[in-house]
């Protein structure tokens, strides 16, 4: 029987009482680049799990639910991993030269992260044709928003920063490039080769 994804949904509830902070606790807690020149970095952790509005927190909680318990049911490790994956990469590109961003907010950078992962995993177990498709087409839309500018699949009050998108989704491979690693290193223990180790 499969267990309960207790990690995923305390995070989701943790991000969705943060929602009914104080508005201005809430933007204290966005990445900002003027309060980390101040010497205050905390936004570069939490101003992903906080968003500009209830449209943004709704949608970015729902993928993330799903795809946290996906992850979730191979390993909560690798959850983890994912998560610190997607979030070190997302703050790499707002803290270089290429991001001119003076705030962030939000879960979708990391949530790519997730999504390549999950993907993966679930390619990884059944083969299905259609997992291949559903990852180019993710990567099409991520390029489309790069070069529009605008969301295709969702409307809030901030604009979206699809490069934050990329970055996440390069988070998520280097995790995919961990597995696969590890499952070359056991493959000679393990006959089927395919195993969540982490």
Not at 147 to 175: D, E, F, Q
Request: net charge positive; charged share 10%.
């Amino acid at each position: 029987m499969r267990q309960l994804p207790l990690l995923t949904l305390a995070l989701a509830a943790l991000s969705g009482l943060a929602a009914l902070l104080p508005g201005e606790w809430i933007a204290a807690g966005y990445f900002d680049r003027s309060a980390l020149a101040a010497g205050s970095p905390i936004g570069l952790v939490t101003g992903h799990w906080l968003h500009a509005d209830f449209a943004h927190l709704g949608w970015n909680l729902l993928a993330f639910t799903v795809l946290g318990a996906i992850i979730e049911a191979h390993s909560r490790r690798l959850l983890l991993l994912s998560l610190l994956a997607g979030t070190l990469v997302v703050d790499l590109l707002l803290l270089s030269h290429w991001c001119d961003l003076q705030r962030y907010c939000g879960l979708s950078g990391v949530l790519n992260s997730l999504l390549a992962v999950a993907l993966f995993l679930r390619w990884r177990e059944t083969r299905a044709a259609w997992l291949p498709l559903l990852a180019v087409a993710c990567a099409l839309k991520i390029v489309i928003e790069m070069n529009s500018g605008h969301s295709l699949l969702t409307h809030i009050s901030w604009p979206p920063y699809a490069p934050a998108h990329l970055a996440g989704a390069l988070g998520g491979l280097a995790v995919i490039g961990s597995l696969l690693r590890n499952s070359d290193k056991r493959s000679g223990d393990c006959p089927g080769g395919w195993r969540t180790t982490l």
